[in-house]
């Protein structure tokens, strides 16, 4: 993530939910490291989760001060739209 996204965070190194529709949410920790924003804790097994791909964009929107919507979009530029289902059942201890 570019530093300059910060500036709309009230901490750096904090929780946020990643949320990629209304009835599903992701814990996450974004962190400061070498100059540079990262999402650490968990963000690897929700890429896993949500299939996210070498040569995928994925955008960020902050809406609250803790939770980012995140739009995925394919190497063709087409969003990716998945349901939660793994997420839902394997995963239900992260919301």
């Known amino acids: 993530m570019p530093l300059d996204f910060t500036k ?4 750096v190194s904090t929780d946020f939910k990643l949320r990629k529709n209304i009835s599903s949410s992701w814990k996450v920790t974004v ?5 540079r924003v990262i999402l650490d804790h968990d963000w690897a097994t929700y890429a896993a989760v949500h299939q996210i791909k ?4 994925v955008t960020f929107k902050l809406l609250t001060p803790d939770t980012l919507k995140v739009i995925i979009f394919d190497d063709e530029g087409i969003e990716v739209v998945n349901k939660c289902g793994k997420h ?8």
């Open 54 to 57: 070498i040569g995928y964009m």
């Open 31 to 35: 962190k400061l490291m070498n100059g």
């Open 88 to 95: 839902d059942e394997a995963f239900a201890a992260k919301d």
């Open 8 to 11: 709309h965070f009230v901490a």
